[in-house]
């Protein structure tokens, strides 16, 4: 499977400002995705990002809160804007890849810590 | 709305018991099922995927898939501490238009006594 890295790995920031979150991935992968984890609970997926296009974002997430680029095959940047409290939480993102269909392989994450 | 659900647990095995971690899902036309491992502060590990109805084994983990029940479960036999983590069952629903999301439940916390 592919090796991701992120960007910060974690973070302390203030309310009202903004905070960008990099992937890197060490070969090319069409899909990437961004996902949030809220204290104790499980994930839930914020955008999915194919290179070349507009990111695709799920219900209750929308593009000015969580801007989203992909410049090229190996590497995204998720955005949390005007940063409340509620936003506290750990980024992750994902890869498809493997040996099957649709697996999706998790980097090590962002823990944002918004006062 | 597109749900997989699991027992919170947690769930408690003594040092080498079987420990059983279930979980149901509400798409009936779903085709993939992933179990992942989430160790406290860390990012989820995934394990096994199944795609046919039956077993599907891995060293001490053995997946099984009932599509007709809509019901996946993971096996870990001769449980070791070092498997006291939350276990994440993931299920790829379509949702809708063709576009295909990957659906977390809420996870079981498993704890492996010595």
Redesign the interface.
């Known amino acids: 499977?592919a090796v991701i890295s992120q960007k910060p790995s974690r973070d302390i920031c203030q309310r009202g400002t903004s905070l960008t979150i990099q992937c890197q991935v060490d070969s090319q992968v069409t899909m990437m995705?961004w996902y949030r984890q809220q204290p104790g609970?499980?994930?839930?997926?914020i955008a999915?990002a194919n290179q070349g296009s507009e990111a695709?974002y799920?219900s209750g997430f929308v593009i000015d809160k969580f801007p989203i680029s992909r410049p090229n095959l190996t590497f995204s940047t998720l955005t949390v804007s005007n940063m409340s409290p509620e936003d506290s939480s750990?980024y992750?993102c994902s890869v498809e890849g493997?040996q099957?269909?649709?697996?999706?392989?998790?980097?090590?994450?962002t823990r944002l810590t918004v006062t | 709305q597109k749900e997989v659900e699991q027992n919170s647990g947690p769930l408690s095995v003594p040092e080498g018991a079987i420990a059983s971690l279930n979980c149901t899902y509400s798409d009936r036309g779903s085709?993939?099922f992933?179990w992942y491992r989430q160790y406290s502060g860390?990012?989820?590990?995934?394990i096994m995927?199944i795609?046919s109805n039956g077993d599907k084994e891995d060293g001490r983990f053995t997946a099984q898939l009932n599509k007709a029940s809509q019901y996946v479960s993971l096996l870990i036999r001769d449980s070791q501490p070092s498997d006291s983590a939350t276990y994440?069952c993931?299920v790829?629903f379509d949702s809708g238009g063709s576009?295909?999301?990957?659906?977390?439940?809420?996870?079981t916390l498993l704890t492996v006594n010595p």
């Open positions: 499977s995705f609970q499980s994930l839930t997926l999915t695709t799920e750990i992750l493997g099957g269909l649709y697996e999706q392989y998790f980097g090590p994450g | 085709q993939s992933f860390k990012s989820p590990e995934l995927f795609y994440l993931a790829y576009n295909y999301k990957l659906t977390f439940g809420k996870g």
